[in-house]
């Protein structure tokens, strides 16, 4: 997979995407990820990649003609995908990301200021994403964890690990159960006596339960939105009845 990234700070990627499974990925020809100075894309001396808004306002804007020119270089086809990341997009989901996984190429433009001309917008960006409802200082960050967030879905990305995405929090629909590791009793907390019984359907059915549990307090939103088995549901009334 290539990922193409068009930022005015190139140089705070590496140091991140440098490290654990997206390093990985990138040494063993998983993923490429380009990274691309937008003020390589400026004409002036002074390399201006922003101007003050036109019917005045505070900030500064994006200007078009950089960002116009560098996805003409990057991406010549215009069928590839081009990400913007900006407060006004739609909220990132696990969904975005095995979507985003399964593209040969992907264009994320990072936005900075009061964000990019508006032209650019329209016609350059295929999809706006946004982290949450808060502002950053740019783009970046945000283009980090998607491509965080996708590069692991990749297959081989994860090695041996790669089952365990099933049960991420998120993939299925719902959160993840607690988990636990040794010792098995630390500051007198045991571990759960079911996950040291080696009975794999006593265990499975506790993972399901608190995997339930913990979505209905903490994200009961999620519930709404996931298709729910019989046995399931039936968990859900006797949390609630406990409640």
């Given at each position: 997979m290539d990922i193409h990234v068009v930022t005015i700070f190139p140089e705070m990627f590496e140091p991140v995407l440098d490290l654990g499974i997206v390093g990985r990925a990138r040494r063993s020809g998983l993923a490429e990820i380009h990274l691309h100075a937008l003020r390589d894309y400026a004409h002036d001396r002074r390399k201006t990649v922003d101007d003050s808004p036109f019917g005045g306002g505070?900030?500064?804007?994006?200007?078009?003609?950089?960002?116009?020119?560098?996805?003409?270089?990057?991406?010549?086809?215009?069928?590839?995908?081009?990400?913007?990341?900006?407060?006004?997009?739609?909220?990132?989901?696990?969904?975005?990301?095995?979507?985003?996984?399964?593209?040969?190429?992907?264009?994320?433009?990072?936005?900075?200021?009061?964000?990019?001309?508006?032209?650019?917008?329209?016609?350059?960006?295929?999809?706006?994403?946004?982290?949450?409802?808060?502002?950053?200082?740019?783009?970046?960050?945000?283009?980090?964890?998607?491509?965080?967030?996708?590069?692991?879905?990749?297959?081989?990305?994860?090695?041996?690990?790669?089952?365990?995405?099933?049960?991420?929090?998120?993939?299925?629909g719902i959160l993840q159960y607690p988990q636990y590791t040794r010792p098995a009793t630390y500051r007198g907390v045991s571990v759960p006596e079911v996950l040291l019984s080696g009975d794999h359907a006593a265990i499975s059915r506790w993972r399901r339960r608190e995997a339930l549990s913990r979505t209905l307090q903490r994200r009961p939103d999620l519930l709404e939105q996931v298709t729910l088995t019989i046995a399931d549901q039936a968990t859900l009334d006797e949390l609630k009845a406990d409640r």
């Open positions: 505070p900030g500064m804007v994006m200007r078009p003609e950089p960002l116009f020119e560098a996805l003409e270089t990057i991406a010549p086809d215009n069928e590839t995908p081009v990400i913007v990341m900006t407060p006004q997009g739609k909220p990132y989901t696990q969904r975005d990301a095995e979507r985003y996984a399964g593209f040969g190429t992907l264009v994320i433009i990072c936005g900075r200021y009061e964000g990019i001309d508006e032209r650019a917008r329209v016609t350059l960006a295929t999809e706006e994403i946004s982290l949450g409802d808060y502002v950053l200082t740019g783009g970046e960050i945000p283009a980090m964890a998607v491509i965080d967030s996708t590069v692991r879905l990749l297959p081989g990305a994860l090695g041996h690990g790669e089952e365990a995405i099933a049960d991420d929090s998120h993939t299925s």
